[in-house]
């Protein structure tokens, strides 16, 4: 425990004064964003829940849009697909690679507070195979049930976006969360 006081010592992650160690300042003002930023992420999947499930599935098929072209994809078309007989697939998209290669991305979106189960990816990527989709997106404003992560996990054409990776895509995306004089904040025009 000695070593380890030393070398947080040494990095600056820990004061010492009179045999008493806290956290250095810029840990503690670190602590404060990282509070700050999950309530916002809370506010973020809060407003999305308020808006319904139709109003989540634009939402989501214009940040994958952003998304995509801003990690060099070329969209080709981008649309909601949902409705009553929509077959398991709530959105599609279609891209372009720097070399030519095209894809299909098909999507679903379920906008609840529940874990999305085995049972919920497993019937989705039935309908991605079934229609011949290069790949498929499975996101929720929650997060999957640990049967739906051990599914998902040896596909390679298929994943699960969870609140957490969908409040990073909106951030890194700057749509529906915002910078402004220097603090994150929810963009109102948006959400």
Not at 29 to 43: F, M, P, Q, V, Y
Not at 64 to 93: F, N, P
Not at 114 to 127: H, K, M, Q
Request: with cysteine; net charge negative; hydrophobic share 40%.
């Amino acid at each position: 425990l000695g070593q380890l006081l030393k070398r947080m010592l040494a990095d600056g992650i820990i004061t010492e004064e009179n045999n008493l160690y806290a956290l250095a300042p810029k840990i503690s003002a670190r602590a404060e964003d990282i509070n700050d930023i999950l309530s916002l992420k809370s506010e973020f999947i809060l407003r999305l829940h308020s808006k319904g499930g139709e109003f989540f599935e634009n939402y989501f098929m214009t940040l994958l849009e952003k998304y995509a072209t801003k990690h060099g994809k070329r969209v080709l078309e981008c649309y909601v697909a949902g409705g009553s007989d929509d077959g398991g697939i709530d959105g599609i998209m279609k891209t372009e690679d720097s070399l030519g290669f095209r894809e299909t991305v098909m999507v679903q979106t379920k906008n609840r507070i529940d874990l999305a189960s085995e049972t919920d990816v497993r019937g989705f990527y039935g309908a991605v195979c079934a229609k011949q989709g290069s790949r498929g997106i499975f996101v929720v404003t929650s997060d999957f049930h640990s049967g739906a992560i051990r599914f998902l996990e040896p596909l390679d054409d298929c994943v699960g976006i969870s609140g957490n990776k969908l409040f990073a895509m909106a951030t890194e995306c700057l749509y529906g969360i915002k910078k402004k004089n220097g603090a994150w904040e929810i963009d109102d025009s948006i959400l």
